[in-house]
């Protein structure tokens, strides 16, 4: 609520409220752009999904649409789309379910008769790949489809940084409304490195929530690839073993609330962990 609607200014973004500060130096015009990455859901629409939202889908649905019976029947990408009239099932309109809505309950949703759940005409899944339709595909993991797509150049690349960034075990076409925010927060992480954006100014806020070792040090690999473009990132972050991996630390507290706030320690993770009466260092020290 400071330092970025502070740096935004500066670049000439439209801020609303800027937080009290006294001054703001530094190689900002070195930076194109300012990225805030948070663990809002990454859409409203319970249609998004992993593939549309980094826009894979669309080779997807071409590659489809390349098939022989595709070709034959005059199918073109758009009548592998949940969103368009051409393919999708006239009864659910795309959505694999339809809403009951209650008048003093909570929306309750049931599987579509007529699709089965599967969001398509039936011509439109006589259509397949590698003897898999497009509901099939999109039923798969990602690390499924990592497999399955090996040899699709176009498609490849993004379900590999998918994977990169920790999201092997999602489904293609699982809805963004149930990802949770972490996972929401490294899909768009995953869309920043398929985009190789450089020269900006990430900055994360609490990525490793909800998060397995193993995963935390896939989102590690993946933040390096963002550095390593020519990014830089700036982490909000309690977790170890994110901070014993910073190339600078600013460590504020000494607590929280109205006792925190303060600089306590600026610099490399080396030199925190010599500190004395510093919980940070304290934690640190046993991972270094």
């Known amino acids: 609520q400071v ?10 973004q439209t801020v609303e409220d800027i937080g009290k500060y006294d001054s703001i130096t530094g190689g900002i015009k070195l930076l194109e752009a300012v990225e805030y990455v948070d663990q809002n859901p990454i859409g409203r629409s319970a249609r998004s999904n992993p593939v549309t939202y980094t826009k894979v889908y669309d080779h997807i649905r071409d590659l489809f649409a390349d098939q022989s019976l595709a070709k034959h029947r005059g199918y073109s990408g758009s009548h ?4 368009v009239d051409k393919g999708r099932c006239d009864t ?8 009951i809505e209650m008048q003093f309950m909570a929306d309750v949703y049931l599987t579509c008769e007529s699709c089965e759940g599967k969001r ?3 011509e439109i899944l006589e259509v397949t790949y590698k003897e898999k339709s497009i509901a099939d595909v999109l039923d798969m ?9 090996a040899d699709e150049k176009k498609i ?5 940084i998918l994977h ?9 076409g699982q809805s963004a409304s149930t990802l949770s925010g972490g996972e929401a927060q490294r899909l768009k992480l995953a869309n920043f490195l398929k985009e190789k954006a450089t020269k900006t100014l990430f900055i994360f806020d609490e990525p490793t929530t909800g998060l397995h070792f193993h995963d935390i040090k896939k989102l590690l690999v993946a933040i390096d690839a963002l550095v390593n473009q020519g990014n830089s990132v700036i982490i909000i972050e309690h977790n170890l073993e ?10 504020l507290g000494p607590d929280s609330g109205n006792n925190g706030g303060k600089v306590c320690f600026e610099g490399t993770p080396e030199a925190m962990k010599g500190l004395k009466d510093n919980f940070t260092a304290d934690f640190l020290r046993h991972k270094i």
């Open 92 to 99: 659910c309109e795309g959505d694999g379910n339809i809403k």
């Open 242 to 251: 994110v901070i014993k991996c910073a190339d600078w630390i600013i460590d």
């Open 141 to 149: 993991t990602i690390d499924e489809a990592l497999e399955f797509f």
């Open 120 to 122: 398509f005409k039936k």
């Open 80 to 83: 592998f789309s949940f969103n």
């Open 156 to 160: 490849l690349p993004t379900l590999r």
């Open 3 to 12: 330092f970025l609607p502070a740096l935004r200014a500066r670049m000439n």
């Open 164 to 172: 990169q960034v920790g999201l092997g075990y999602v489904g293609l």
